[in-house]
């Protein structure tokens, strides 16, 4: 509570981007609802700031959460270790820099991350119910569902993080589910996502804008030459816009994010889509299949910077904006900044992408033994297929990307750490049916032979 309380605090009102403050927009309808950023974040915003009555709402329901999975987290390993100082190394892992720094700064990449943080708490809580609490397992399954969805529906490319997790919930609940346990939870999660998805569509009916296009962007102005987008079969305007972009890449040196920085943004503005999108997609197919080498060598120049050489650490505060919104408390998040700015100098590895990638594979490889091994496992493969699948659509190279691998890892390792020695405690249901059973059938032999001894 008193960790929760702190971060509220100093975060207050939430740090925002502008990302943040467009989404913002949308929940207070000075926007209209896009599908530029998923819309679910706005539509919950909403909903909170018709409860509340303040945006601020928000970063306080992050902090919560996050500090609530810690705890439970901390709860699992101390009942699993009996170690009081290992579920304080656990709630010490909230305060690193590398986590804090966007707990409080309302991003969709902090929404997945902490929907995420919150499923593997609640698959840690799983570990300790007992083979026959048949309601509380599905109701954790219920639970846990729901933050996957949120997690999918809020980032993309989510999915690729998600899939371990879910695997870590259900063997975590039912130990060694039959086939039909199987079928039944991941036509659970899938009914989730395509329920969800098709009314917001319907009830929200967002603003298509095909962000997909600014990731075609870049690829077509750092793959092809001048010569060749001169000569590109196109409409004259939209190839006339493609060069004078791809000479102004140059010119300002932006390896990525052309949408922002040398095209001239969206035909409406910022957050909307480009002109000719059709077109665009249309050429980008074309000249990829031609330019299969260039491709690749561009995605992994940007994908090897995201590695070596992230940025944006720390999320200076509030964006410049037209709401009103600063930050209440200044200097607590200057001193904030300090705390992460300065990590960042002197602990460099805890905000780079080869760190984390790195440690991913290895506990995905070698997870340990005892109680946390499958976890361990299944928190190391989803950090790693997180990162790996931005290599074809990285947008810019930001640690805000690799923050849920960051927090994954720092997870995984305290539980590596502190399983070994511990006993799976687990029982299969189906081995625990058997055992009833079997006791049931013992004790009316018993309740026999005395009913016999009786009547003798």
Same mark, same amino acid.
Not at 133 to 139: G, I, L, T
């Given at each position: 509570m008193a960790c929760c309380l702190a971060?509220? /605090? +100093?975060f207050s009102p939430g740090y925002l981007s502008h990302d943040s403050l467009y989404q913002l927009k949308q929940a207070i309808g000075m926007e209209p609802l896009? !599908?530029?950023h998923p819309p679910v974040m706005s539509l919950a915003w909403r909903a909170l700031i018709a409860v509340t009555g303040t #945006?601020?709402?928000m970063a306080v329901l992050q902090s919560v959460i996050f500090w609530a999975a810690i705890w439970v987290i901390a709860c699992c390993v101390q009942d699993f270790t009996g170690s009081r100082s290992g579920a304080l190394a656990v709630l010490g892992a909230g305060v690193l820099p590398h986590v804090l720094t966007f707990v409080g700064v309302v991003w969709k990449d902090v929404h997945m991350a902490f929907a995420l943080l919150v499923t593997s708490a609640i698959a840690l809580s799983g570990l300790r119910l007992r %083979? !026959?609490?048949? %309601? #509380?397992?599905? %109701? /954790?399954f219920s639970l846990g569902v729901l933050f996957l969805v949120y997690a999918i529906l809020v980032r993309k490319n989510a999915v690729f993080a998600a899939i371990p997790v879910f695997v870590m919930l259900v063997l975590a609940l039912w130990g060694k589910p039959a086939p039909r346990i199987w079928i039944i939870t991941t036509a659970a999660l +899938?009914? @989730?996502l395509v329920a969800s998805t098709v009314a917001i569509s319907v009830a929200a009916r967002p603003v298509k804008t095909s962000q997909v296009s600014q990731i075609m962007l870049d690829d077509l102005l750092h793959v092809l030459s001048v010569q060749e987008l001169e000569s590109a079969a196109v409409s004259p305007n939209l190839r006339e816009r493609l060069v004078a972009a791809a000479k102004e890449c140059d010119r300002v040196n932006a390896l990525s994010d052309t949408y922002w920085t040398c095209y001239g943004r969206g035909k409406h503005g910022p957050f909307t889509a480009v002109a000719h999108t059709d077109q665009i997609s249309s050429l980008w197919v074309r000249e990829m299949i031609r330019h299969v080498p260039g491709y690749l060598q561009y995605r992994l120049e940007i994908f090897s910077k995201f590695l070596f050489e992230s940025r944006y650490q720390?999320? #200076? @505060?509030i964006a410049a904006n037209d709401l009103r919104l600063e930050l209440h408390h200044p200097r607590l998040g200057r001193a904030l900044q300090t705390y992460v700015d300065g990590a960042a100098? !002197? /602990? #460099? +590895? /805890?905000f780079a992408g080869w760190f984390w990638l790195t440690i991913a594979v290895v506990l995905a490889v070698r997870p340990g033994s005892g109680t946390f091994a499958m976890p361990v496992r299944a928190l190391g493969i989803s950090a790693a297929a997180y990162v790996l699948a931005y290599l074809p659509i990285l947008p810019v190279t930001n640690y805000r990307y690799m923050y849920w691998s960051a927090i994954a890892c720092t997870v995984g390792v305290l539980l590596c750490r502190l399983g070994r020695g511990t006993a799976d405690v687990r029982v299969d249901p189906s081995q625990a049916e058997a055992r009833g059973r079997q006791g049931r059938t013992r004790q009316d032999c018993i309740d026999l032979d005395r009913r016999s001894g009786s009547s003798r």
């Open positions: 971060t509220i /605090l +100093v896009s !599908d530029w #945006p601020a709402s %083979a !026959d609490r048949r %309601a #509380p397992r599905w %109701a /954790l +899938v009914l @989730g720390y999320h #200076p @505060g100098r !002197d /602990l #460099p +590895v /805890l």
